[in-house]
Nanobody, 130 residues
């Protein structure tokens, strides 16, 4: 049984930082591309960025949407079956439920649309107060 479990969300002030974790189990994690998404109330779930499955050794490619580029960083640790989303310079508009998702692909740039992903976590709430 595949499980993705996010953690690390919470309440943070404007300009602060949070690091979200995504613990994966039940799959060969290194073979999966990972995406981080978020969904604010009344809005659709949208992509923040992706990280590829292992290309060679510990080489990955990452992609970020313009809204988070330069502020958010995605990483992974295949030995621990973990993916991470480091969020800096947080803004009130970053308030949302954050999700990690896994897709079985070696393509350097995993999909940008939610429906292409195979597995999802339950989400973790991030609230940025002004």
């Amino acid at each position: 049984q595949v499980q993705l479990v996010e953690s690390g969300g919470g309440l943070v002030q404007v300009g602060g930082s949070l690091r979200l974790s995504c613990a994966a189990s039940g799959l060969t994690f290194s073979r999966y591309g990972m995406g981080w998404f978020r969904q604010a109330p009344g809005k659709e779930r949208g992509l923040l960025g992706t990280i590829s499955a292992s290309l060679t050794g510990s080489t990955y490619t990452t992609y970020y949407t313009d809204s988070v580029k330069g502020r958010f960083t995605i990483s992974r640790d295949n030995a621990e079956n973990m993916a991470y989303l480091q969020m800096n310079s947080l803004k009130p508009e970053d308030t949302a439920v954050y999700y990690c998702a896994a897709v079985n692909t070696y393509y350097a740039y995993p999909p940008r649309t939610p429906e292409r992903y195979d597995y999802w976590g339950q989400g973790t709430q991030v609230t940025v107060s002004s």
